[in-house]
């Protein structure tokens, strides 16, 4: 490392739109009008009206082909200056993270002053394509020269070339849905229903609680009328979980995954606001926390004999060794909750001296963590998980939480994504 | 939201019909508009009395580009000033007759008559106590005489508040107090600031506004931010989509926060500490209507009305006085009251109690904020036309809008420029008063 420390990206706040459940609250909406009203109220809460920040990036999992350049055209469409610059990024559920550590990377180099990561998806307005066989028959027709060619590309459609293909929530190498591959790691590990469905009830009243003692105030806009997320529960019991029939890994009698412990669909947007602390102090904005570095991981979950959603397992214990830290040195856990499960095996490898030492190639295991500091305000099984939007919820919500513990207070990101990644982040009020 | 009836009655065929039936033709006020002159046309300048002011409204006048007429000039006036501050007994009460009939029977539509006198309290003998108080009759019923959208009102000046008199008088006489009718105002000696640029008065000053999400609140988050304030516009969190509208529009900040939660006070004093250093202008606007005839009204419609439109501006008051530095030297507070509050109104016990609980806090309050070089006001709005008004039934709706001198509903925009106007520099002298924004209303009158 070079003797002059590249300076450390603030972190100054953010917004989301309240999370809502797939084909309910936001089902006419795009993934465009959910980025934009995020945006639009992230600068209503910083005073950003006609301000040319930095750079703003963002991403989607779920796009439409008019979704093209969609985080510019949403900047365009919001109230930061016209002048703003956009990109579009994509690591499935690591992309909203992703988008905040290449932000905080501008920033760290002093390529940019000012930065909004973010991220949007909608499972309700999802795109449907052509199938190949249509697809192909309508581009020949569109190449064709001749009547006869064209009368041959027609005669190339046939009824079944009508049925639309939805995105599919499975792994194009495997052909299992993220629900079946956790099924396999839950199993492995040995991770108990009962476990599963406590974390689960944590995630409800913890976020209940933020809601409920004004935490979530200057972090979420309501929008289309929803004015918390739509799959919070805050009754919800260990009991009544206890009722639900496993739907993933049912052909093990012992499934223990159920509707209640697994993340649901969700549509939403977050959005981040970076900046170096001479522009947070220009603008008159105390910063909440900074983000210190970060990591990513991917393992090999098609013959690699890994679990798809264990990469932020070994992405952390890297990101820990180079801040030279220990895993209980941080004062605070955000692991995003794909499924109550993931959570678990993480933890259980972390504590687990074989797996860190044949996986990880480490000495002694990084050992267990105090479970009162995990998830403090609730996480994606509360608040659901619209995939990129995930990251910008989980970074926002812990620098404030860092904020207000104290200087000097610490706290990791984890979020697991498909295709066998992870991208984990350090945060530091 | 605007006045259908007062469009409609001024339209070709309305005007037409509304005429032959005998119906009231509500006139189109005159409103302030950014780069308006204070009047559309001269002035008459009388005095009843001594009249020792009549070189201060003579100088405003005149800096504002207003001709002074004599009384018997041609010339239609868009404005009549009468000092009547000296009067010592009803015999010269007859100068305010004789210069005010003649000129008021040729002031121009959306004219404006402005009397100025001395506080009745304060005089030295009972005839010159009558004198005093006989001007009030005089304006009050002026204003009901008075057509075309034109108003009176009345300025109480004691000796040495002569400084103070130059900002009400210029809100009078302007588009700013389209819907202030037949209103007494008194000031008091105050240090005014000179020089104040009267199209941004606010420039470089911090306004707070609750309930700024729409209606009324959003109306004064527009006016403050037009007049060159930055709004801090707050409102619950459930109105926090529209609030973030309302903020974008304005070029200020959206600050969600439930005012009645016990860590309200402590949080907006941290926000406008961390984020501004400190606040100018602080307008109590939010408030709620939970309305039941007292016999039916059970504790929670009760308690929700006051701790919204009470309690939480008392905490919050009380908060950003005790928070070191953070109201600033010249601060200025201004709360929503309501005409229930003054008149009261069936249905209303809970919501009329809290706005008149308003009024009393203000006039509580007004010596320890006179202390900080700040003030302390109120305005009491009469009928006006909202989202809320929209949804009662037209014939009590439409009733309702006419019971009053300008025989029309209000807009937002007016409370919010009389609200906006308490907020100038140039209304350092009036503290702890009621102004109502009310057409001079029937009720409470």
Same mark, same amino acid.
């Given at each position: ?429 | ?13 309305? /005007? ?133 959208? /034109?108003?009176?009102?009345? $300025? ?17 006489? /302007? ?49 403050? /931010? ?9 409102? %619950? ?43 100018? %202008? ?33 905490? $919050? ?67 006006? %036309? ?60």
């Amino acid at each position: 490392m070079s003797s002059s420390q590249p300076r450390r990206a603030a972190v100054l706040g953010g917004n989301r739109i309240p999370f809502a459940r797939s084909n309910s609250a936001y089902a006419q909406a795009s993934n465009q009008d959910m980025l934009t009203a995020t945006l639009d109220g992230l600068v209503a809460r910083f005073g950003l009206q006609g301000e040319r920040v930095g750079e703003v990036v963002a991403g989607a999992v779920l796009k439409h082909s008019r979704d093209f350049n969609l985080t510019r055209e949403s900047v365009l469409g919001s109230r930061l200056s016209a002048a703003t610059p956009a990109y579009d990024v994509q690591q499935a559920c690591g992309t909203g993270l992703e988008a905040a550590v290449l932000v905080a990377n501008k920033i760290a180099l002093g390529q940019i002053e000012s930065g909004i990561a973010g991220g949007v998806d909608t499972t309700s307005d999802a795109p449907l394509a052509v199938g190949d066989d249509l697809r192909r028959a309508l581009l020949e027709l569109a190449g064709a020269r001749s009547v006869g060619a064209r009368l041959r590309a027609i005669a190339r459609i046939r009824p079944g070339s009508l049925v639309p293909e939805a995105p599919r929530n499975a792994e194009p190498r495997t052909g299992l849905a993220m629900g079946e591959h956790q099924a396999i790691t839950t199993r492995e590990w040995g991770i108990s229903r009962e476990d599963q469905d406590e974390l689960a009830v944590r995630s409800h009243r913890n976020l209940a609680a933020a809601y409920d003692r004004g935490f979530l105030d200057d972090l979420v806009t309501p929008y289309l009328g929803l004015t918390r997320d739509q799959n919070l529960r805050p009754d919800t019991t260990v009991e009544k979980l206890a009722t639900l029939e496993p739907v993933f890994g049912t052909d093990d009698p012992a499934a223990t995954m159920t509707a209640g412990n697994s993340t649901p669909l969700t549509d939403g947007a977050s959005a981040v606001l970076l900046s170096s602390d001479e522009w947070a102090a220009e603008h008159g904005l105390p910063v909440l926390a900074h983000l210190v570095d970060a990591q990513t991981a991917a393992v090999d979950h098609v013959h690699g004999g890994e679990g798809l959603l264990m990469a932020p397992a070994y992405a952390v214990p890297v990101l820990l060794a180079r801040n030279g830290l220990t895993l209980q040195d941080l004062d605070f856990y955000e692991i995003h909750e794909a499924f109550a499960a993931t959570v678990l095996a993480t933890l259980k490898a972390w504590e687990s001296p074989a797996f860190c030492e044949e996986k990880l190639g480490l000495d002694a295991p990084l050992g267990a963590i105090d479970r009162d500091r995990l998830n403090v305000n609730g996480s994606s099984l509360a608040a659901g998980h619209p995939f990129a939007a995930t990251g910008g919820r989980i970074v926002a919500s812990l620098a404030k939480q860092l904020h207000e513990a104290g200087p000097g207070t610490r706290g990791l990101v984890s979020i697991c994504a498909a295709g066998g990644q992870g991208v984990v982040a350090l945060l530091e009020s | 939201m605007s006045d259908w009836y007062t469009t409609f009655a001024n339209s070709g065929v309305g /005007s037409t019909l509304v005429t032959q039936l005998g119906l009231p033709r509500p006139a189109v006020l005159r409103r302030y508009e950014p780069g308006q002159p204070l009047l559309p046309g001269p002035a008459v300048l009388g005095t009843a009395g001594e009249g020792r002011l009549r070189d201060t409204v003579d100088a405003v006048l005149r800096d504002a580009g207003v001709t002074v007429l004599t009384a018997d000039a041609d010339e239609r006036p868009a404005a009549v000033v009468l000092d009547a501050t000296g009067v010592t007994g009803p015999a010269q009460l007859a100068a305010a007759h004789d210069l005010l009939a003649p000129a008021v029977k040729r002031l121009r539509p959306t004219g404006r008559v402005v009397v100025l006198g001395d506080p009745p309290a304060e005089a030295g003998t009972p005839a010159q106590a009558a004198a005093r108080q006989a001007l009030e009759g005089l304006v009050r019923s002026l204003a009901k005489e008075l057509r075309g959208g /034109s108003t009176a009102n009345l $300025l109480l000046v004691p000796e040495g508040a002569e400084a103070s008199v130059a900002g009400p008088l210029r809100f009078f006489l /302007s588009g700013r107090s389209a819907y202030v009718d037949g209103q007494v105002l008194p000031v008091s000696p105050a240090d005014v600031p000179a020089g104040a640029d009267d199209e941004r008065p606010l420039a470089g000053r911090v306004a707070v506004v609750t309930g700024a999400a729409r209606g009324i609140g959003a109306a004064i988050a527009r006016v403050l /931010s037009r007049d060159g304030a930055h709004v801090v516009a707050v409102d %619950v969190p459930a109105a926090g989509e529209a609030l973030a509208e309302v903020a974008n529009e304005v070029g200020g900040t959206a600050l969600q926060l439930d005012i009645t939660a016990p860590d309200a006070p402590r949080r907006l004093v941290g926000h406008l500490r961390e984020r501004h250093g400190g606040v100018d %202008v602080v307008v109590h606007n939010a408030g709620i209507t939970r309305d039941k005839l007292l016999v039916n009204m059970d504790a929670a419609r009760w308690n929700a009305v006051m701790a919204v439109n009470l309690q939480a501006q008392l905490d $919050l008051t009380r908060a950003l006085l005790d928070a070191d530095g953070v109201l600033r030297p010249g601060a200025r507070v201004v709360s929503v009251s309501s005409q229930s509050g003054i008149a009261g109104n069936r249905g209303q016990t809970n919501y009329a109690a809290s706005k008149a609980g308003v009024i009393g806090m203000v006039r509580a309050w007004a010596p320890e904020f006179a202390a900080r070089g700040a003030t302390v006001n109120a305005v009491a709005p009469g009928f006006i %036309v909202t989202e809320m008004t929209a949804r009662m039934p037209l014939s009590t709706r439409e009733v309702g809008a006419r019971l009053n001198s300008l025989q029309q509903g209000g807009l937002p925009v007016d409370v919010a420029e009389a609200i906006a106007w308490l907020a100038q520099p140039g209304a350092a002298g009036v503290n702890g008063q009621v102004l109502r924004v009310c057409g001079q209303s029937l009720l409470g009158a």
